[in-house]
């Protein structure tokens, strides 16, 4: 598969691993990068060149088929859409009309009453509903947190972590 970007034999291979195992380092990519990290040694900035290309060439690919993605979920949504706008209208059509139900060439069409609970309908606002009849929950409130362990108080239950590394390619 042609790239836009150069990209070595070795490096192709490693990112052939990981796509067969679905991205996740397992003890055959470990010693196949291991091997690869090892050569590292002659040509460096060459071989680091042509790594950052594949991680380039793999953060594209992702980009691109987040869109595509994104594409398709936005069109499958307007399909759905159309779809329960066609079948209201159906609904209204069997209601309007008092039709039963209808046997088409392909179809048996009928209007059907929901089953399940019936439904709810809360007549007031939400804090108007005695307490019995509301549910709360408690969530930590991080930025109190934060500006505590901060201003340098001491806290049990909360501690302020280490930041991570990570390589930058620009």
């Known amino acids: 598969m042609p790239t836009i970007y150069e990209i070595s034999d070795d490096l192709r291979a490693l990112h052939d691993l990981l796509a067969e195992s679905g991205g996740e380092l397992t003890p055959q990519t470990e010693a196949a990068f ?3 990290e090892a050569e590292l040694s002659s040509d460096l900035h ?3 060149d042509r790594y950052c290309s594949l991680i380039a ?3 594209a690919l992702a980009t691109a088929r987040k869109a595509e993605a994104k594409r398709l979920t936005d069109l499958a949504r307007t399909n759905e859409r159309s779809a329960e706008a066609l079948r209201e209208r159906l609904r209204w059509v069997f209601e309007a009309r008092g039709l039963g139900t209808q046997q088409t060439q392909r179809f048996r069409v009928s209007l059907a009453a929901n089953g399940g609970k019936l439904p ?5 606002a939400e804090d108007e509903l005695p307490a019995w009849a509301t549910k709360s929950r ?3 409130d991080t930025e109190a947190i934060r500006e505590r362990l901060e201003a340098g108080e001491s806290l049990a239950f909360a501690r302020l972590g280490d930041r991570g590394r990570r390589i930058s390619i620009r």
Do not use: D, N, Q
């Not at 709810?120 to 007031?124: D, I, T």
């Open 120 to 124: 709810l309908v809360v007549l007031c």
């Open 57 to 59: 060439e793999l953060e």
């Open 34 to 36: 291991a091997a690869f």
């Open 138 to 140: 408690v969530t930590a």
């Open 46 to 48: 060459g071989k680091l």
